[in-house]
């Protein structure tokens, strides 16, 4: 398989490839739906078949300012500080590390999305797309060890832009 993607076996990506493989194929947690979207059309009809319309608003965070600098600095809400995203499901699909276009995606219950702003040390804002599971109990262990928590404890994060300048995407289910 690493032959086929040009990837050299024993590299940082081929074991990159081998557990987004793994994750790929490995079940879903109870109460999670979850997908492999290989393109931007599959992510797509994922989302309508599971949110069960074609009415999606599309969200990813976005950086405004000095961009090499925005991940490396504290940030704060800004006074405008959230808004609960409309919408009242929520998919995300971030963009994993893979030789070709793979969107993990997964649609988990009891999740509310929000809308934060964010100003940086220096002056770069940022409009984040945050989610909280309110629900956590079927959630694997290392979560919670991370996070110094209990299972159940709803937790909250936020879809950032990644190193490789990915952007997580999320589509919601937006309501009349």
């Known amino acids: 398989m690493l032959h086929r ?4 076996p024993g590299s940082d990506l081929a074991k990159e490839v ?5 994750d790929c194929e490995a079940a879903a947690s109870e109460g999670e739906h979850k997908f492999c979207a290989t393109s931007l059309e599959s992510m797509v009809d994922f989302a309508v078949s599971k949110l069960e319309t074609h009415d999606l608003q599309v969200s990813a965070t976005a950086v405004r300012g000095k961009k090499e600098t ?9 006074p405008s500080g959230m808004q609960k995203a409309t919408g009242f499901e929520l998919i995300r699909c971030p963009r994993e590390a893979f030789p070709y ?3 993990y995606c997964d649609l988990t219950r009891a ?3 929000f809308v934060v702003t964010l100003v940086g040390e ?4 940022a409009e984040a797309v945050a989610a909280c599971h309110c629900r956590t109990f079927g959630w694997r262990s290392v979560f919670f060890k991370v996070l110094g928590v209990k299972p159940g404890t709803p937790i909250c994060h936020f879809h950032k832009t990644t190193s490789s ?3 997580f995407t999320t589509l919601r289910c937006t309501t009349s």
């Open 101 to 103: 276009a793979v969107y």
């Open 111 to 113: 999740t509310k999305a």
């Open 122 to 125: 220096d002056g770069t804002t």
């Open 70 to 78: 925005a991940p490396k600095q504290r940030y704060t809400v800004a």
């Open 165 to 167: 300048g990915d952007r």
């Open 18 to 22: 081998k557990k987004k493989l793994s």
């Open 5 to 8: 993607l040009n990837v050299l």
